[in-house]
């Protein structure tokens, strides 16, 4: 069995189960390890292992993770204010998600344009 691939797939869904857990005792707590980085080491580790540690690799991947982090900001925040606003989980997901590809394509439309 080839752990470099299961045991990030086993992490992730722990942690799932530990947000559901956590969420009937505290939603603070439950949110926090929701956002714990968790996936960025996971998929980080996967990404040293493919390329047997190449630092070029590395270091564009990780660069790559900088510029999604915006997309996943506005999504945080898009979300937010739905919810604030009393909209239901799927219009707060489907407008969340919009906002996310929309800055996504610009970040990723800005890039192309000025040849990063």
């Known amino acids: 069995m080839n752990w470099n691939k299961f045991l990030p797939v086993v992490i992730s869904i722990l942690v799932i189960i530990l947000v559901a857990v956590l969420e009937k005792y505290s939603k603070l707590f439950a949110a926090v390890t929701a956002t714990m980085p968790l996936n960025i080491p996971l998929a980080l580790w996967i990404v040293y292992a493919s390329t047997r540690g190449d630092q070029a690799a590395v270091q564009e991947f990780t660069s ?37 590809g ?15």
Do not use: D, E
């Open 102 to 116: 929309t800055v996504l394509a610009l970040i990723v439309g800005a890039r192309g344009w000025l040849g990063v």
């Open 64 to 100: 790559s993770l900088l510029m999604g982090i915006i997309p996943t900001l506005a999504f945080l925040i898009t979300i937010w204010l739905a919810a604030r606003s009393g909209m239901k989980l799927g219009p707060i997901l489907v407008v969340g998600y919009a906002m996310w």
